[in-house]
């Protein structure tokens, strides 16, 4: 037990810091790998139901020039749903789990730990289980036949950009929350978001302003974004999409720090 | 291995000068001048509410201070945080074990917080197992530890990083006094390995067995610095003659009986019994007698670190 003379180690960079928290969760989840199946399934069911059982009433109809089925136009949407969903449910009721009952960050905090390191490794891990919803979906699209181009590929990066913008902006409003009844409100958003971001009918649905705002809405870019690539019909509008998810995670990351500050560091 | 190695014994482990920590109009504390070196366990004492806490929490560097000074391994806690805490260990007032964790990986996981390499800390983790008696639970749950197994888990994992400063917030709360008697064993075998020690504490006894010096604080302020032993000398008597008089009345209260006897020392006249300091208890006593009291009992023992406290912090609950 010579505890006085020894190499003291160099702090952790941003990145091993991150990544140390991403094998926190892991290691934690490693037992627990059911509820990731729960988390995987929801989007499968909806897509079954919805994209292929409603989608038999339904004539094929066409998506910027291309005639497709209804459930390849359902699917894409689903695909940004998985992520949405795993990024939302664990940087929401785990991350306020942690802050408020299980001082978890405290904790770290007595570590060489920052709270810009907690911040983006807890982000990180809610982007990543948000986006291996994603992957599993993307390869059942695969086996479905529904992926019409090889910037299909490209749905995997912009599942982790769905994930990062909605892991970053849950934790952040997660950090004002003072009551497990405060998370009807996340609810509240959750649903509307699920059902009008042209993820069963196109935007063409709607007209003039509620057009617009639906346009602007987080899930709705990664929606379109999602289904641009999986039917390769990339263009300008999937730039916008991927500027507005990076703009909306990063300052997610940022207001996320700072609220650690002002709860943690008193 | 001694507990001061030489030309080590001046070096500063903590620096404060006219250190304060408020909480919007609150002030927790008010000025205080603190400097703890190395190999030393010192301790901070004080009723509940008397900026202990505040102080550690400063001193952990996850409290920015609110004015003065103050300095960790000499680095500034400010603008060095990471680099001071990499060096600390930390023993929460709370329990802050990771739930969702077994108990090795709480150790494992929180040793890789400090950025030890993996086999190291699996080493280092088995040897802490064993220091704190937890072997045998390494796969257990948190949840399912006793109160006083959770408690040296956390002892076990601030120290993982072999740290020159563990600071320690009231390690002791709640355990029973089996558990406490193992845990002083444990923290006197880290003094004698060399560690610093900074404790926070309101058991009187704790506070004699394990400080070197100590500070008493009351309403954020130093009340009164130095050793177990001096503060005693300083704030107290050798003896403490404790007179009681069964039940009293108001024809004869306590006051009455404590006019008679005011002259043998400084009295202090509780519900149940008087207690008269003064060098000489056996003297006191012979003295009650002559004047014609007859206490139903009496006692006399050594002043304790609880009676300085207790002049000096006052009997009124604070909470």
């Known amino acids: ?266 | 291995m001694p507990l001061y190695r030489v030309g080590a014994v001046t070096e500063s482990m903590i620096l404060a000068r006219g250190l304060r920590k408020s909480f919007g109009d609150f002030e927790a504390v008010k000025g205080i001048d603190v400097d703890v070196r190395r190999g030393e366990a010192f301790g901070f004492l004080g009723p509940n509410g008397a900026g202990k806490s505040s102080t550690m929490r400063m001193i952990a560097s996850v409290s920015p201070i609110s004015g003065g000074s103050l300095q960790i391994l000499g680095m500034d806690p400010a603008t060095d945080g990471p680099a001071i805490r990499g060096r600390l260990g930390v023993c929460p007032q709370e329990d802050t074990l990771d739930n969702e964790l077994n108990v090795r990986d709480n150790l494992y996981i929180y040793g890789r917080y400090f950025g030890i390499p993996k086999g190291e800390v699996n080493s280092r983790v088995d040897e802490l197992l064993e220091f704190v008696s937890l072997t045998e639970k390494a796969k257990a749950k948190v949840e399912d530890l006793s109160g006083g197994m959770k408690r040296r888990l956390t002892i076990a994992r601030s120290l993982v990083n072999r740290p020159d400063l563990l600071l320690l917030d009231e390690p002791t709360t709640g355990l029973d006094p089996q558990a406490r008697h193992v845990l002083w064993d444990q923290l006197f075998r880290l003094k004698q390995a060399g560690v610093t020690l900074v404790i926070t504490t309101h058991y009187m006894d704790e506070a004699e067995q394990l400080c070197d010096r100590l500070v008493v604080m009351d309403k954020g302020l130093i009340a009164a610095e130095g050793s177990p032993r001096q503060l005693i000398e300083e704030h107290s008597t050798r003896e403490v003659t404790e007179l009681r008089f069964g039940i009293t009345d108001e024809t004869n209260p306590h006051e009455l009986i404590a006019e008679k006897v005011e002259d043998l020392g400084r009295l202090e006249v509780l519900p149940d019994r008087i207690l008269v300091y003064s060098p000489d208890g056996e003297e006191v006593i012979a003295k009650v007698h002559e004047r014609g009291l007859d206490p139903i009992g009496v006692l006399v023992r050594r002043s304790t670190l609880e009676d300085v406290f207790l002049k000096l912090t006052g009997r009124t609950l604070v909470d």
């Open chain 1, 1 to 266: 037990m010579a505890t006085t003379t020894h190499p003291v180690h160099p702090p952790l960079g941003p990145a091993r810091a991150a990544w140390l928290l991403v094998t926190r969760s892991y290691t934690v989840y490693r037992q627990q790998w059911k509820l990731f199946l729960t988390g995987f399934l929801e989007p499968v069911f909806f897509l079954f139901s919805i994209g292929i059982g409603v989608g038999q009433l339904v004539a094929d109809f066409e998506v910027g020039g291309q005639s497709i089925p209804y459930a390849e136009f359902v699917a894409p949407g689903m695909l940004a749903v998985s992520a949405f969903n795993g990024a939302l449910m664990d940087s929401t009721y785990n991350v306020f789990f942690k802050l408020k009952y299980d001082k978890l960050y405290d904790q770290m905090l007595a570590t060489p730990l920052t709270t810009s390191d907690i911040a983006r490794g807890e982000i990180l891990w809610g982007q990543l289980r948000g986006s291996s919803y994603s992957v599993a979906f993307l390869l059942l699209m695969w086996a479905l036949g529904m992926l019409h181009s090889w910037t299909a590929i490209l749905a995997l990066p912009a599942a982790l950009l769905i994930g990062f913008a909605f892991s970053a902006v849950c934790m952040a409003a997660t950090t004002w929350m003072t009551s497990w009844q405060d998370f009807d409100k996340i609810t509240l958003l959750q649903l509307p978001l699920f059902l009008f971001s042209a993820t069963f009918f196109p935007i063409t649905a709607y007209d003039g302003w509620l057009r617009w705002v639906v346009e602007v809405t987080p899930l709705y870019r990664g929606v379109v974004l999602c289904r641009e690539l999986t039917l390769g019909q990339v263009g300008w509008e999937s730039a916008v999409s991927v500027v507005y998810l990076v703009v909306m995670g990063l300052i997610g990351l940022a207001v996320v720090r700072r609220r650690l500050d002002t709860l943690l560091l008193t």
